[in-house]
């Protein structure tokens, strides 16, 4: 193993290239809860995000949570020049991200997922999980996709048993 001094690092944001942006932004508003941070047009310098190429106008919104450094996400769509899209995916494969959210309601994130008339995958189910402590998680969990298809698994805690001492 390498000796090298440890790197600290925060991931604070995975940005996301959405088809058509009011709709991805109502999406995340609504479905999720998040709220815009920035609203702001972008032209690309052509040596940034892998993507596209230098003087293309895009949107950028950066939509957050509950905090206000960690967890958000950017929807970014292209403007001028279109980018052309892909079919939308329905599974996870190789590249795709998997997003994990925790909810106060996951039947509710279900319900209005399928309200905007996105996939609804699993539109919720209870499971337990062992955490990083032995203690046991209950949840109830939803699984869903974003209007591009990216995926959500979006839980909620029931309650959480302690391990045995």
């Not at 996105?118 to 209007?147: K, Q, W, Y």
Request: net charge negative; proline share 7%; hydrophobic share 40%.
């Amino acid at each position: 193993m390498n000796s090298a001094p440890r790197i600290h690092n925060i991931v604070k944001r995975t940005t996301l290239i959405v088809r058509d942006m009011e709709k991805s932004r109502r999406w995340y508003e609504y479905v999720l809860g998040m709220s815009a941070w920035i609203d702001m047009p972008y032209t690309l310098s052509g040596e940034g995000i892998a993507a596209g190429k230098k003087g293309d106008v895009t949107h950028l919104v950066i939509m957050k949570c509950e905090d206000p450094k960690i967890g958000m996400i950017g929807l970014l769509h292209w403007v001028d020049p279109p980018l052309p899209a892909p079919e939308i995916p329905t599974s996870v494969g190789y590249g795709t991200p998997v997003f994990v959210v925790e909810t106060e309601d996951a039947a509710e994130v279900a319900r209005r997922a399928a309200e905007l008339g996105t996939r609804v995958h699993m539109p919720g189910r209870n499971f337990t999980v062992t955490g990083s402590r032995g203690e046991t998680r209950h949840l109830l969990g939803c699984a869903i996709f974003d209007p591009d298809g990216y995926f959500f698994e979006c839980n909620q805690v029931l309650r959480i048993d302690e391990p045995e001492s």
